[in-house]
C-alpha cells in the first residue's frame, strides 16, 4: 500500500505531532513511513505543511498532484497547499465552516474552531480532534482507530486519555454530519 498525505496548519497547532502520531501508527502498524515538514516560518503563527508517506517510498517530500489526503487544520491552508492532491484520488479533511469556497475534490469540512470556542474540546487538541475527523470520512485512511490511539498513548501517556477522548468526539461529530 502507498499513501500520501498533506498536513497544513499553522505554527502551534499541532501539524508536527499529527505527523509523529501517523509515523508511530505506521510502526505499529509495520509500514514504512517517511515523514518531514516545511515551515513558512519558524514560529507560532507562520504556514507550517507536513508531508507523510506510507510505503515504498525514497524520499519524504511529496510532489504535485501526488497526495491523496489532505488535513488542513485551518481553511485557508488548504487552499494554500491544495496543488498537491492527486486530481484522480484526492480527499480534503478540513477545518473551515461550510461556506468555504468550492473545490474539485471530494471535500470533508467541519467547523473545528467553532466547537472548540464552544469549549466542546480544548482548542490545543484541535489537532486531535481533526485526526478523528479523518479517521470517520476518509474511507481509504492507512490506520485504524486502535493504531491511531496506541500511537497517541505512545506520544505522551499523561495526555492519552484527554486526546484519546477528543479523537473519538472528533468521529463522532464527523458521523452526525457525513
Do not use: W
Not at 470517520?136 to 491511531?148: G, S, V
Amino acid at each position: 500500500m502507498k499513501y500520501q498525505i498533506v498536513i497544513a496548519g499553522i505554527g502551534g497547532q499541532g501539524a508536527v505531532f499529527l505527523v509523529k502520531v501517523l509515523s508511530i501508527a505506521s510502526a505499529l502498524a509495520n509500514q514504512k513511513c517517511l515523514g518531514t515538514e516545511n515551515h513558512g516560518m519558524s514560529q507560532r503563527g507562520g504556514s507550517v505543511s507536513c508531508y507523510v508517506k506510507i510505503g515504498d517510498f525514497y524520499a519524504p517530500a511529496i510532489d504535485e498532484g501526488q497526495a491523496d489526503l489532505l488535513i488542513a487544520l485551518e481553511g485557508n491552508e488548504a487552499l494554500r497547499n491544495i496543488q498537491y492532491l492527486s486530481k484522480d484520488r484526492g480527499v480534503i479533511v478540513m477545518n473551515a465552516p461550510k461556506n468555504f469556497p468550492k473545490v474539485d475534490f471530494e471535500t470533508h469540512s467541519i467547523d473545528a474552531f467553532k466547537k472548540a470556542k464552544a469549549k466542546e474540546f480544548p482548542i490545543d487538541a484541535l489537532n486531535v480532534y481533526m485526526l478523528g475527523v479523518t479517521l470517520a470520512l476518509d474511507t481509504h485512511f492507512p490506520f485504524t482507530c486502535k493504531e491511531i490511539e496506541e500511537a497517541i498513548t505512545a506520544m505522551n501517556a499523561k495526555v492519552a486519555e484527554k486526546n484519546i477522548a477528543v479523537l473519538h468526539q472528533g468521529m463522532n461529530d464527523a458521523k452526525a454530519v457525513k
